[in-house]
């Protein structure tokens, strides 16, 4: 997940001469758990342990063929020691990619306005979706479409911290994305924009059904749906449905002020350290007062973020959960800032729910399965699990309003 959460991290020196100042950071193109912290670590000694690293490096500098840059040798050492991790949420951003990463914080960005995900089984990066109105959607990029090749750069094997700078860039400028679409290769040239990344989208369906889609979890997304549900009028409406399928997460800060919308006391999540130690998240009281029943679309995108306020709801017993066993993120990353201008993007805690479960690699169950099998047609079948919400809704109203009436 990922967004600010103000909490206490031990952090052991890096022990290469460098300070870094930890930050907990945005990261929902990237369905990161984070928090945003900060903690001071001074540099220390060059120790025997680190003697080959320097020896390495010296040997290049004096004995290797051709010229090598600093900043080239000292990337790779960086993103050799955390690929040596083998864990698929850590990584190690360059001073471009962090500067850029750093940038999308403020929910305005530079770019194609697509969000992504790592498969875990395969490792390629995918499209989870498009965002309304930018150059991605209009050029025509589907989601599940694989990166392949970025300017014809083979990005096959890339991590995301590698894959988003090439992506990204200066609003004007155009990039040539080479994807594989099942078992076809489809070049798409897209135009960068700069274009604000929304939260949330929200109409009112027939039946008096109130609709709001959650994209992720930023900065702006509490205040976002606020406006919606007052805009909706969402209690006095049937029902609610909140749509979290293809949100890959965000902020935790995010994630804790939008499920204290729904809950109105009580624990949200636990952070369990590699140490022993916990922190527990409880609602922040800014309980909105929503007494509707309530219906929470999830999928197998739906990820971090989105799945904590599917669990807190769920163990809380305040909404059901219809669709598809989720992704199944339940740990949390910090991103070190490093005196080079990079980044260091570290796994340091798993998170459970209210009721102690751990979703990770095994998601949250829905309370209704209806899953989205490989031969399933939006067009030709319509949207199922949109449907199915909204007729446990119709039969909840009708139930109420039968009461209602009765002698």
């Avoid at 089984?121 to 970025?150: H, K």
């Avoid at 980044?343 to 990770?360: F, Q, V």
Wanted: hydrophobic fraction near 45%; glycine fraction near 10%; charge should be negative.
């Amino acid at each position: 997940m990922d967004q600010q959460y103000a909490t206490y991290v031990k952090v052991s020196p890096l022990q290469l001469g460098v300070a870094f100042v930890v930050v907990f950071v945005v990261g929902f193109l990237l369905g990161n758990q984070i928090t945003v912290i900060q903690a001071q670590t001074s540099p220390s000694s060059e120790t025997s342990l680190l003697a080959p690293v320097r020896q390495a490096y010296d040997i290049i500098q004096r004995d290797y063929i051709a010229e090598v840059d600093d900043d080239v040798l000292i990337d790779g050492a960086l993103s050799g020691m955390i690929a040596a991790l083998d864990d698929l949420y850590s990584g190690y951003l360059n001073r471009d990619a962090n500067q850029r990463f750093s940038q999308s914080l403020s929910g305005d960005m530079e770019g194609i306005g697509a969000t992504i995900r790592t498969v875990p089984e395969t490792g390629e990066i995918e499209v989870v979706n498009t965002l309304p109105e930018t150059p991605a959607r209009e050029a025509g990029v589907q989601a599940g479409d694989i990166f392949y090749a970025v300017d014809g750069e083979d990005v096959q094997g890339f991590d995301q911290m590698e894959l988003l700078p090439l992506v990204r860039g200066p609003a004007g400028t155009p990039v040539t994305i080479t994807f594989l679409r099942g078992d076809d290769l489809v070049d798409i040239t897209i135009v960068r924009a700069r274009f604000e990344v929304p939260s949330v989208d929200y109409e009112l369906l027939d039946g008096d059904i109130a609709y709001v889609y959650l994209l992720d979890f930023s900065a702006r997304s509490r205040r976002q749906l606020d406006e919606a549900f007052e805009t909706l009028d969402v209690n006095n409406r049937a029902g609610l449905v909140l749509d979290l399928r293809g949100n890959p997460g965000g902020l935790l800060s995010s994630a804790v002020e939008v499920t204290s919308a729904f809950v109105e006391e009580g624990v949200i999540l636990y952070e369990l350290f590699g140490d022993g130690t916990e922190r527990i998240f409880e609602a922040d009281g800014s309980y909105f007062g929503l007494d509707v029943p309530i219906v929470l679309l999830v999928d197998q995108t739906s990820a971090s973020a989105s799945e904590l306020l599917a669990g807190a709801l769920q163990d809380n017993g305040l909404a059901t959960v219809v669709g598809d066993v989720t992704f199944g993120k339940g740990t949390v990353q910090v991103i070190n800032q490093l005196s080079n201008g990079g980044g260091l993007r570290l796994t340091i805690a798993e998170w459970l729910t209210p009721n102690r479960n751990s979703i990770e690699a095994v998601g949250i169950q829905p309370d209704i399965a209806v899953p989205i099998t490989e031969d399933f047609d939006f067009e030709r079948d319509g949207d199922i699990q949109l449907q199915a919400a909204i007729d446990l809704l119709l039969i909840a109203d009708g139930v109420q309003a039968a009461e209602a009436s009765a002698p």
